[in-house]
């Protein structure tokens, strides 16, 4: 038996369980790892609240963590137990000891990366390498707009930015938040709280505007993302803190200057293991070169999730939050 957390219904933080399970015997492809940090992520939420769906209830929650190889099955060869690995792209259920999932979903964890910073940063780390790296390849003095540049995505792009040459304007609710994500690398910041952030934005850029405005927010900002844009330039939608983007009319793009706007998810760009692996790859190289620090602000024990979850929800949080079993 090992413990895990489930929730029997859709609602708010209340209706996490905290139960004991029988974890499975993985079929032939798939390998049961031992978690030994768990990553807490705003997606999390999404699925606990039936924004998205995880099929039948009850259902296991989250989708990151490290730990070790625990069994394998018949016809896993890239893994042995007793490896260290890290996973981020699911399936559900990986707040708990032990987690079943296939082989191609993990990634081998080198020494130099521990348990807690994989868990911490692998699901943000690995958003960010494709936000910064394959919906627009920056190459350096470009300027972008990164709306919560200090929450856990947002902290880790401040410091990727500055590492590539790239200014990053992040906006942030307090000065305490902006004075920590310049620290972390960002250009300049803009408090959303009372300043107005196209406004801002034309202000900081001399009227030229932002080539990507990279946006996880979702309702609250797409209209002023779209006002920070240059004419031709991408607008990156990412996630829906705020709720969903919803009743679009394509025509606003073109009011706003023939825009181009992506909506990608981490699943869309690892599709293959190979390219898991080799995102994967770039992200542990860049913490191991030190351009990467990852903070762990917050440490809750497993049982504990629903306390972390609504913490995250009231962003209350800064860096990363992680769950211990």
């Known amino acids: 038996m090992a413990k895990r957390i489930q929730f029997s219904q859709h609602g708010g933080p209340e209706v996490l369980e905290y139960v004991d399970y029988e974890p499975r015997e993985p079929q032939p492809t798939e390998v049961r790892v031992q978690n030994k940090s768990i990553g807490l992520n705003f997606i999390d939420t999404y699925f606990r609240s039936g924004l998205y769906s995880t099929g039948s209830l009850p259902s296991a929650l989250g989708s990151e963590g490290a730990g070790v190889v625990e069994a394998i099955g018949s016809a896993v060869t890239d893994f042995k137990v007793g490896d260290r690995v890290a996973y981020a792209t699911g399936p559900q259920g990986s707040y708990s000891e032990l987690h079943v ?3 191609d979903n993990l990634v081998k964890l080198p020494d130099s990366v521990s348990f807690e910073q994989a868990a911490a940063v692998m699901l943000k780390g690995l958003t960010v390498q494709y936000l910064l ?8 003095g470009e300027t972008i707009l990164f709306h ?25 609710s307090t000065d305490e938040k902006a004075e920590r994500a310049k620290q972390l690398g960002a250009w300049a910041t ?17 009227g030229k505007k932002c080539q990507v405005v990279y946006d996880g927010v979702g309702k609250d900002t797409w209209e002023t993302s779209l006002d920070c844009v240059v004419p031709r330039g991408l607008l990156v939608s990412f996630g829906n803190a705020s709720g969903a983007v919803t009743g679009v009319n394509l025509g606003i793009l073109t009011q706003k200057g023939s825009l181009f706007v992506t909506r990608p998810n981490l699943a869309g760009y690892a ?10 790859d770039e992200l ?8 990467l620090q990852v903070d762990i602000s917050n440490r809750y ?19 990363s939050t992680i769950l211990l079993p």
């Open 133 to 140: 790296r394959q919906c627009y390849d920056l190459k350096g």
């Open 148 to 172: 919560a540049a200090a929450g856990g995505v947002g902290s880790l792009a401040c410091q990727w930015a500055k590492a590539l040459g790239v200014k990053l304007i992040g906006t942030v």
């Open 190 to 206: 803009i408090n959303y709280s009372h300043e107005n952030v196209a406004q801002r934005v034309l202000e900081l850029t001399d």
């Open 271 to 280: 599709d293959t293991p190979q390219r898991l692996r080799s995102m994967a």
């Open 301 to 319: 024990a497993l049982k504990e999730a629903g306390l972390a979850q609504s913490a995250l929800s009231a962003r209350q949080t800064t860096g």
């Open 101 to 103: 999932l296939p082989a």
């Open 284 to 291: 542990f190289d860049m913490i191991g070169s030190g351009k």
